[in-house]
């Protein structure tokens, strides 16, 4: 299943699910001007079976975990202001 929308803040929680290996989810989350794309692959989510992301203010851009681990991919963007 994919979903668009928004991207998450800090503070945001996002539960995944999904029913076999290697699935992949690319969140966008976004601090201030800055937009972050984190992609985690290889997800092995079995029938039933879910993951968490969590979204934190980091120093410039925020972080974005999927139960406790890094992305292994992670894109800053710099955005422009609103007029």
């Known amino acids: 299943m994919q979903a668009l929308g928004d991207p998450l803040a800090p503070g945001d929680a996002l539960r995944v699910s999904g029913d076999g ?3 992949q989810v690319l969140v966008r989350a976004q601090q201030g001007r800055n937009l972050v794309e984190a992609r985690f692959d290889k997800l092995n989510l079995g029938h039933g079976r879910e993951a968490v ?3 934190e203010k980091g120093t410039e851009a925020p972080t ?6 890094r992305p292994v991919e ?3 963007i710099k955005t422009q202001p609103a007029p």
Request: hydrophobic fraction near 40%; avoid cysteine; charge should be positive.
């Open 53 to 55: 992301v969590k979204v």
């Open 21 to 23: 290996s290697g699935l």
């Open 74 to 76: 992670r894109r800053i």
């Open 64 to 69: 974005v975990s999927l139960d406790g681990k």
